[in-house]
């Protein structure tokens, strides 16, 4: 049973460009959350899609911005990109509050911006 | 969301139980208590969660404070394969993950 798949694993852009980053969700979930985390730091919440919709924002600009589709992979859009933006971008799926069930995380792509 | 406390790091030898504890006093009554642990060079792992009961599977054991204020992951026997940053969190509806700074469980032989 294939867990959560990321792509790319590793991604090099350079400063005001913009990247796409993709999720496969473990099979049966229809939930699909991001997170970027900075080296040395927890991963910090991007946002949340269920039903194709964003359901829940942390704390983040508009330059990032995502898509649900019909069969509930996702992506993860970034625009005008910032040295800052440097990390490792995390997907996780799951069931559509279901509090009493896990989370399942991919490996991560690991975003670096020159 | 609710505030968790946990130490930063912890030591333990191969072979030893370790209990990682965590704070929590601010949750609300119907905040499911997860704990994930994130090994280096991957993503986090889900490793236990619950509600108000005592819970075990596999991995682990997670004691549930009876005002449900503190928990503690129980590793019954640590083995280097447990070295990593362990992460509490508590859960609202509809659930948000939002990690803290979690201990970073360091495993001796």
């Known amino acids: 049973d294939a867990g959560v798949t990321q792509s790319p694993t590793h991604l090099i852009k350079t400063r005001g460009q913009q990247v796409t980053l993709r999720c496969s969700p473990k099979s049966g979930h229809d939930t699909v959350s991001w997170y970027q985390q900075a080296l040395g730091q927890g991963p910090q919440f991007i946002f949340q899609?269920?039903?194709?919709?964003?359901?829940q924002r942390g704390n983040f600009p508009d330059r990032f911005s995502g898509h649900q589709f019909p069969n509930y992979s996702s992506e993860l859009n970034v625009n005008a990109l910032l040295l800052g933006d440097s990390a490792l971008y995390l997907c996780?799926?799951?069931?559509?509050?279901?509090?009493?069930?896990?989370?399942?995380f991919g490996s991560g792509t690991r975003l670096t911006v020159v | 969301d609710a505030k968790t406390t946990q130490p930063n790091s912890m030591e333990s030898n191969e072979e030893e139980p370790v209990h990682l504890p965590c704070n929590h006093s601010t949750i609300s009554g119907t905040d499911y208590i997860h704990w994930y642990r994130q090994l280096p060079s991957q993503g986090p792992e889900y490793v236990i969660h619950g509600l108000t009961s005592n819970v075990n599977n596999r991995m682990a054991s997670l004691a549930i404070a009876e005002d449900r204020k503190s928990s503690t992951l129980i590793l019954h026997r640590a083995t280097l394969r447990d070295a990593a940053v362990y992460y509490c969190i508590p859960l609202p509806p509809p659930d948000k993950l939002i990690f803290g700074t979690g201990t970073r469980l360091q495993v001796f032989p």
């Open positions: 899609y269920y039903e194709e919709e964003e359901r």
């Open positions: 996780a799926s799951s069931l559509y509050d279901r509090g009493n069930y896990g989370y399942t």
